[in-house]
């Protein structure tokens, strides 16, 4: 009984081979993919956010995409919620689940035996950060929580404010809580194993592709339905440097170099995280029977 076979977990740096390995597995194992990633839930961020096409989706069901404009705040709490309803619904259909995406706050906010209650939105605390620089608040954050700050680009505004929202309700750090009972889903995680030169090298490779495919004609219709000063459009690697640098090129550059350096984040995440299975890209596609 599929019922009873563990979620499948592919996770790991952005341009690392995910989707191609997820589409591939689902394939094989009849599996229908849950979609863990902050900004292709999100309508229109298309090739910003390298959203699976309908060819690279190979016609396997994929959840969790498309599902919000972009006017609407989405939570790890949120993905939680979404994704546990949906692996009921799979479930129902007596198939496979597999989880796919660099995201990883949400996944292990999903798969983790502990988590965090609900915590509600500050409005008053909010607009009173707002007011604060991203590196301002990148700083306050690294004092009351080193270990949470460590996880954020200094840049993402919008995950700063949330995270220092949270330490303010639970009154301690995020990361030194203790958490709650969850649902205890079985899992098998899997991360790409990649050199860092090689990603570094597949991420210059993407953006160029990423402007091919027209990103700046996608961020000017973004910023033409949504506003300039949106805030998921502002926190977005891609969408964020064309507000920042008026020369195309340089916007580019700064592109490459902000997922450059979000990607080494990531990279020494799952890095240090010894719950996820490391295998080469070719082994990784060549998996059945799991």
Known sequence: MTKDLPIIVITGPTASGKTKVATTLARKIDAEIISADSRAVYKGFDI???KPTKEEMNGIIHHLIDILEPDNDFSAGDFVT???????????????????????FYIKSLLDKKMLPPIPANPELRKELETFES????????KIDKKRAEEINENNKEKIIRSIEMCDYLKSPISQYERQDNKNFNSIWYCPLI?????Y?????????????????????MT???GIDNKIINNTIGYQEFIEYEDINC???KIKQHTRNFAKRQLTYFKNNEGIKKLPLVELLSLRDI
């Open 195 to 199: 050199e860092k030169e090689l990603l």
């Open 82 to 104: 979404l994704a546990s309803q949906k692996i009921e619904e799979i479930k129902a259909k007596n198939k496979r689940i597999i989880i796919v995406g660099g995201t990883w």
């Open 48 to 50: 910003v956010s390298a």
């Open 251 to 253: 916007a580019v550059d």
């Open 135 to 142: 590196k301002e608040l990148w700083q306050r954050l690294y």
């Open 224 to 226: 033409n339905l949504w």
């Open 201 to 221: 090298e597949n991420i210059n490779k993407r953006v160029d592709i990423m402007m091919q495919q027209g990103l700046f004609k996608e961020f000017e219709k």
